[in-house]
C-alpha cells in the first residue's frame, strides 16, 4: 500500500496517478503542472510513475483549479467593465475638445 504524494497518508482505494493523463476541469493543465504550480519555486518536485495521490487530494486540486478558473473569469469581467467606463469618458473628453476647438475656445 502506497502513501499520497502530496499529504504523506496511507492509500485506500480511490487515486490517480500524479503522472496521468487526468487533468482538472476547467484548465485542462496536467495534474503534475498543477502541483508544481502549487508548491512554488522553492522545492524541486520528483514523480516517479508510481507516484499516486488520493481522492482527497485530487478533490482539492479540481477544487483549486475551479477556483482559480472562477477568480480568472471575475478579473475579465470587472476589467470589461472598467474598459467600458473608460472608454466612454474618453469619447465624453473627444467630444468636448471637438466642440471647443469647432466654437474657438
Ligand atoms: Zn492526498
Known amino acids: 500500500m502506497g502513501v499520497c504524494f502530496l ?27 498543477k502541483i508544481v504550480e502549487l ?8 514523480v516517479t510513475p508510481a507516484d499516486h495521490i ?8 479540481f ?3 475551479e477556483l ?7 478579473k475579465n469581467a470587472m476589467l470589461l467593465y472598467i474598459y467600458k467606463r473608460n472608454m466612454e469618458y474618453c469619447l465624453l473628453i473627444g467630444l468636448l475638445r471637438i466642440l471647443r476647438l469647432s466654437m474657438g475656445t
Request: hydrophobic share 30%; glycine share 6%.
Open 7 to 33: 499529504y504523506d497518508t496511507k492509500l485506500y482505494g480511490e487515486r490517480i496517478l500524479v503522472g496521468s493523463s487526468i487533468t482538472p476541469r476547467h484548465s485542462n493543465v496536467p495534474n503534475m503542472e
Open 39 to 46: 508548491i512554488g519555486d522553492k522545492f524541486v518536485v520528483i
Open 54 to 61: 488520493c481522492k482527497k487530494c485530487t478533490s482539492l486540486l
Open 63 to 65: 477544487h483549486k483549479d
Open 68 to 74: 482559480e478558473n472562477d477568480l480568472k473569469l471575475v
